[in-house]
């Protein structure tokens, strides 16, 4: 994973994502960029600044509950936060609920905000559901597909793998600027 420059990450968290998508246009000499999400999403911060980070992924559902044994949904979970927890730089977690659009489960609320801002994560991109407002971690933006009440049967799925979240594919370390505008790669 590159490093990011402190100035240029001080310059980056200063601007909106629209700003970051037309100077990425005028860098390339066209306009057609598309690495960039589509759709309305909910910032839990909208008056906060912007997420910036080296992409940390993974993928959830909560519609149905997990089928595997109970000893590889623990294994997999445990994995998931030792790998969340392994913090170099600005990271941000993007999380692709494999149930979108029909996502029930928020994985995103009281207790996991905390947790990912304590291993130093920057905030959380998501097209699932978040739940817990004015609870959430005070500077852990989340921006989510949708505001819930209940966790279903969230689970983890996939650890550390390209992610799809509002029509923006995003893999591992790519770096992420996202606000209440939406996300950018």
């Known amino acids: 994973m590159a490093k990011l420059d402190p100035e240029l990450l001080k310059l980056l968290r200063s601007v909106d994502t629209p700003t970051v998508c037309n100077a990425i246009e005028v860098a390339q000499g066209k306009r057609g960029f598309s690495k960039f999400t589509r759709g309305t999403m909910v910032c839990s911060a909208p008056e906060g600044g912007a997420m910036v980070g080296f992409a ?5 559902a ?3 509950p997990p089928s595997e044994n109970q000893d590889i949904i623990k294994e997999r979970r445990m994995n998931y ?3 969340m927890s392994e913090v170099d730089g600005p990271m941000v977690t993007v999380i692709e609920d494999v ?14 905000t905390k947790v990912h801002k304590g291993f130093g ?3 959380a991109l998501t097209n699932g559901v ?3 407002l004015g609870d959430l971690a005070e500077d852990f933006p989340v921006v989510a597909g949708s505001i819930g009440p209940s966790h279903g049967f969230v689970h983890v ?6 992610v799809n979240v509002f029509g923006m594919t995003v893999t591992p ?8 505008h939406g996300a950018v790669v």
């Open 130 to 132: 978040m739940r817990d």
């Open 157 to 162: 799925r996939e650890i550390d793998t390209p």
């Open 56 to 60: 940390k992924t993974a993928k959830i």
């Open 173 to 180: 370390d790519d770096l992420i600027h996202a606000d209440l």
């Open 62 to 64: 909560a519609v149905e």
């Open 121 to 123: 994560l920057s905030g």
């Open 99 to 112: 149930d979108y659009p029909d996502c029930i489960g928020a994985y995103w609320g009281e207790i996991n």
């Open 81 to 83: 936060y030792r790998y």
